[in-house]
Every structure is written in C-alpha cells, then in structure tokens.
C-alpha cells in the first residue's frame, strides 16, 4: 500500500469531506457543459424532427424560429409546382401562456399541416396521432396534461389525445400540437368585444363609401365574419416546409424559389446554423465563461487544499528525508493524493449528477466528448494543483524532525 493511500485512510473524514465539496464544484462545471448541450438539442429538434428539406420563411427574415415569419397559405400551393419538390407543408409555430390551476403554462403552439401531418412522426409515449381536423392536441409531458385532459385556448376546448416525450422549444417551453386550424384560431383569437367593434369600425367606413352610399345592400357585409369577406385574407402561416424528391438537386429548387421576390429559402442546415448563431450562441459563450471561472476556481480549491495537506504532514515529511527516503517518494505521495482527490471527486460529480440533473426545469445532456474532456482538466488540475505542495515540500528541511 503506497503512502498516499494510509495517509488518506489516517484523516478520512478530512479526506472525504475534501472530496465532497471538489466533486460538487465539478458537478456544477459538469452541468453547464450539459446544459448548453441541453440548449442545443432543445433549439434544433423540430428542425431534426420535422425532416424538411428546404424552408420557406417571410422574405429577408431568419424565420421561422430565430424571427418572426408571416407568409401566405397559398404559398404551399406555389411551392408545390416546383420541379423536383414532392410534398409541401404548411408550419404554423408561436407561443402562447395561460392559466391553469392558477399557475401560469406557457405553450409552444405547432401547427400540422393536416391531413398530410397527423403527427406520425412524434415520439408518442402514449395515446395517438391526430384524429380530427379540430378540437385534438398532442402535448409534451412536460406541460403536466394527461390524455384525455380539456384546456381552453380562445373561444374553442382542445381534447389531449396523446402525449410526447423531450419536445420542448428552444425557449424550454413543451410544445403543443394541434392541426393548423386550430394553431391559427388560437393564435388569432380575438374577444366578441373586439369583433364587435371592429364591425362597427367597418359599418361606419361604409357609411362614407360613396359607392356603400348608392348601394345600401353593401353595407350588410360590414356585419358579416371576416372569413366570409373576399377582400380581407385568409389567416397567414409561419413558413412552408418542402420535401424533395429523390434525386432532386436542392440547390437548384433553392435558386428557383429565391426568385420569388417576396420569400426567403433554406436548407435545414441552414436553418439550424442561424439558430446556433443567433440566441443559442450568446447561451453557448456565457455558459463557457461561467466554466472556465468555475474550473480556475476548482484548481484554486484544491492547490490551497493539498497545500494544507501538505502543511500538516511537515514532521512526517522532514522524518522521511532524515531516514533517507529519495525526493521521489514525497513527490509520489502528494502528487498521489491529488490523483486520487481529482478521480475521487469526478466520480462523485458524475453520478451525484445523474441523480439531479433530471430535476432541472431545462434539460442537462451529458455528453460523452464532455465528460472526456472534462476527465483531461481535472486530470490536468490534479497534477498541476500539486505542485504548490511538492514546492513546499522541497523546502522542508531534514532538522525539522528532531524540533
């Protein structure tokens, strides 16, 4: 048995408490490597998910999940006449918050495009796709809604018939999938107030018409739904989404569709690269610099440590060289008990972590690349951490036993 490890077995609660407190800081260096891969995921799933091709967004906007995006319904139609495009799909996607229970639920809202989308693709826990036009949802876990659960959003009551697992938006919101329709009707409810008032608004333009004035049957339109009035448009989406046909070049229906003057066009790598350059990188540099103080303060703790460590084994230390034990085993026992102090605590933050890290209101990946570069810094912080006891213990003098 080495020297390290008596000395470790002589002050174990020492030891062990040490060991704590270093493996809990390197959890919390452990988790925000997590967390921002938590962020990614969370950021570019629907875009993995969904399987589109080629998006078509709002013309110079970044939509639709990096900026707003409003295009036209008859855009899918448009889409669809292009050469080498098989399918196109209407994307409807906004958030919204309710009460529920007297708590506050955000929802982030994702329309189907149905009946081409019935939601097949989602990683159904329980429950199934959608079966109707309107009125069914499809909610996340984490929104708390058991099948068969009702929840009022604007003036209609949606049934949840099924449940999904780990699709939460990039703003950690579980979404929510109901058919277009509905996505629309509930983005753009408006209070029986509002619509009231705007009738009148549109009876008392009318009035002043001249053509209303010779024409008085006109003005009956004025009280009639907005759906029912030619010149007032149809509800727009957030994007449209094209699926290619096989052996179809995407880059030349890109070019096609970029000809359009009043659309953007991109590729889902595209689409992913500005979501990583947008919000998701102002994420990915403050969660770096919060784990690179945290990891500089790591090696602080425990160079102060074994420092201390160190210190108290002075008499032992001298004792050793008045024998005339050679540098190299003092040298082994500090550097042996870092190694061991670093290991110990990297054990105890990777499980301690598994426990909690699941308990977190955002999602905390654990990364198999992470955790093999974060092993190589506390390995790297364990050794050079005791080089401030090796430097102390070089200069303990053999005289100091006999004191």
């Given at each position: 048995m080495?020297?390290?490890?008596?000395?470790?077995?002589?002050?174990?609660?020492?030891?062990?408490?040490?060991?704590?407190?270093?493996?809990?800081?390197?959890?919390?260096?452990?988790?925000?490597?997590?967390?921002?891969?938590?962020?990614?995921?969370?950021?570019t799933?629907?875009?993995?998910?969904?399987?589109?091709?080629?998006?078509?967004?709002?013309?110079?906007?970044?939509?639709?999940?990096?900026?707003?995006?409003?295009?036209?319904?008859?855009?899918?139609y448009?889409?669809?006449?292009?050469?080498?495009?098989?399918?196109?799909?209407?994307?409807?996607?906004?958030?919204?918050?309710?009460?529920?229970?007297g708590?506050?639920?955000?929802?982030?809202v994702?329309?189907?495009?149905?009946p081409?989308?019935?939601?097949?693709?989602?990683?159904?826990?329980?429950g199934?796709?959608?079966?109707?036009?309107?009125?069914?949802?499809?909610?996340?876990?984490?929104?708390?809604?058991?099948?068969?659960?009702q929840?009022?959003?604007?003036?209609?009551?949606?049934?949840?018939?099924?449940?999904?697992?780990?699709?939460?938006?990039?703003?950690?919101?579980?979404?929510?999938?109901?058919?277009?329709?509905?996505?629309q009707?509930?983005?753009f409810?408006?209070?029986?107030?509002?619509?009231?008032?705007e009738?009148?608004?549109?009876?008392?333009?009318?009035?002043r018409?001249?053509?209303?004035?010779?024409?008085?049957?006109m003005?009956?339109?004025?009280?009639?739904?907005s759906?029912?009035?030619?010149?007032?448009?149809?509800?727009?989406?957030s994007?449209v989404?094209?699926?290619?046909?096989?052996?179809?070049?995407s880059?030349?229906?890109a070019?096609?569709i970029s000809?359009?003057?009043?659309?953007?066009?991109?590729?889902?790598?595209?689409?992913?690269?500005?979501?990583?350059?947008?919000?998701v990188?102002?994420?990915?540099?403050?969660?770096?610099?919060?784990?690179?103080?945290?990891?500089?303060?790591?090696?602080?703790?425990m160079?102060?440590?074994?420092?201390?460590?160190?210190?108290?084994?002075?008499?032992?230390?001298?004792?050793?060289?008045?024998?005339?034990?050679?540098?190299t085993?003092?040298?082994?026992?500090?550097?042996?008990?870092?190694l061991?102090?670093?290991?110990?605590?990297?054990?105890?933050?990777?499980?301690?972590g598994?426990?909690?890290?699941?308990?977190?209101?955002?999602?905390?990946?654990?990364?198999?690349?992470?955790l093999?570069?974060?092993?190589?810094?506390?390995?790297?912080?364990s050794?050079l951490?005791?080089?401030l006891g090796?430097?102390?213990?070089?200069?303990?003098?053999?005289?100091?036993?006999?004191?």
């Amino acid at each position: 048995m080495s020297l390290a490890t008596k000395d470790i077995r002589h002050n174990l609660g020492r030891f062990a408490l040490t060991a704590v407190g270093i493996g809990m800081l390197l959890m919390v260096v452990m988790g925000m490597g997590g967390i921002y891969r938590g962020v990614v995921e969370d950021a570019t799933l629907l875009i993995d998910r969904v399987g589109a091709d080629l998006w078509i967004v709002q013309r110079d906007t970044r939509g639709p999940f990096a900026e707003l995006s409003r295009v036209p319904s008859n855009l899918v139609y448009r889409a669809a006449a292009v050469p080498g495009v098989q399918s196109s799909r209407e994307f409807v996607y906004h958030t919204i918050q309710r009460q529920r229970n007297g708590k506050p639920l955000r929802i982030a809202v994702l329309g189907l495009s149905w009946p081409n989308d019935k939601g097949e693709w989602l990683p159904l826990t329980a429950g199934r796709p959608l079966g109707k036009s309107h009125y069914e949802m499809i909610a996340d876990k984490t929104l708390g809604m058991p099948i068969g659960e009702q929840l009022k959003l604007g003036k209609e009551t949606y049934t949840v018939v099924g449940t999904t697992s780990n699709m939460i938006s990039s703003g950690g919101d579980g979404i929510a999938f109901f058919t277009v329709a509905d996505a629309q009707a509930i983005q753009f409810d408006t209070p029986g107030e509002a619509v009231r008032l705007e009738r009148a608004a549109r009876e008392s333009r009318g009035e002043r018409f001249e053509q209303a004035v010779q024409q008085p049957m006109m003005l009956e339109n004025a009280a009639r739904p907005s759906v029912q009035l030619p010149a007032i448009a149809r509800p727009q989406i957030s994007a449209v989404m094209l699926t290619l046909s096989p052996g179809a070049d995407s880059n030349a229906v890109a070019r096609t569709i970029s000809g359009w003057g009043d659309v953007s066009v991109y590729t889902a790598d595209g689409q992913r690269e500005l979501l990583l350059k947008g919000s998701v990188e102002k994420v990915k540099r403050q969660i770096g610099l919060f784990r690179v103080l945290l990891t500089v303060i790591a090696a602080i703790i425990m160079a102060l440590i074994l420092y201390t460590l160190t210190l108290d084994k002075i008499h032992s230390i001298a004792l050793l060289k008045l024998i005339g034990a050679p540098n190299t085993v003092i040298l082994g026992l500090i550097l042996q008990q870092a190694l061991i102090l670093g290991v110990v605590g990297f054990g105890i933050a990777y499980f301690v972590g598994l426990q909690l890290f699941p308990m977190f209101p955002r999602r905390v990946i654990l990364d198999e690349s992470d955790l093999m570069q974060l092993a190589g810094i506390v390995l790297a912080i364990s050794v050079l951490s005791s080089f401030l006891g090796i430097w102390k213990a070089m200069k303990v003098s053999p005289n100091e036993a006999l004191s």
